[in-house]
């Protein structure tokens, strides 16, 4: 048996089964909002979004199906098309850093370490860095 991130997801098992579901998801999605609505050097990012409720279970039903589970946010709004959708935003690089320092917080604050959080790093890297527009 080995240990890389590889054996982590071989066919049988997904992202979304590895983070521990539904329940572990929208607990990172919680800490992942709950950080940046005091960080204030995320204040550009968080500006961005008006309600956060419902940022939060867009991001939850989005995130559940991009890992691999139920695909929440395709039955209710078909293909996410995260750039289209974010377009109006001005996304730079510091938008996109202040984002994934945030993200990084709440994996650490919900325990997300090993395999696993080196395969959500790249996968949220990736991500992240797609959705700079300026």
């Keep these: ?3 890389g991130v590889g054996d982590l997801f071989d066919g049988e098992h997904t992202p979304f089964e590895a983070i521990g579901g539904e329940h572990a998801v929208r607990a990172l999605v919680d800490a992942f909002y ?3 609505d005091r960080d ?3 204040a550009t ?3 961005m979004h008006v309600d956060l409720s419902q940022s939060r279970d867009k991001l939850f039903w ?3 199906g991009w890992l691999g589970g139920p695909p929440m946010y395709v039955e209710r709004f078909g293909h996410p098309r995260l750039r289209m959708r ?3 935003f001005k996304i730079d690089q510091a938008a996109r850093d202040a984002w994934m ?3 990084g917080r709440a994996m650490d604050d ?3 370490d090993g395999p696993l959080r080196a395969f959500l790093d790249a996968r949220f890297d990736h991500l992240a860095t797609f959705m700079i527009n300026r």
């Design 1 to 3: 048996m080995g240990s």
């Design 34 to 36: 709950d950080d940046m």
């Design 40 to 42: 204030e050097d995320a």
């Design 45 to 47: 990012i968080r500006a």
């Design 62 to 64: 989005f995130l559940c």
């Design 86 to 88: 974010h377009a109006h």
């Design 101 to 103: 320092v945030c993200m």
């Design 110 to 112: 919900r325990g997300i």
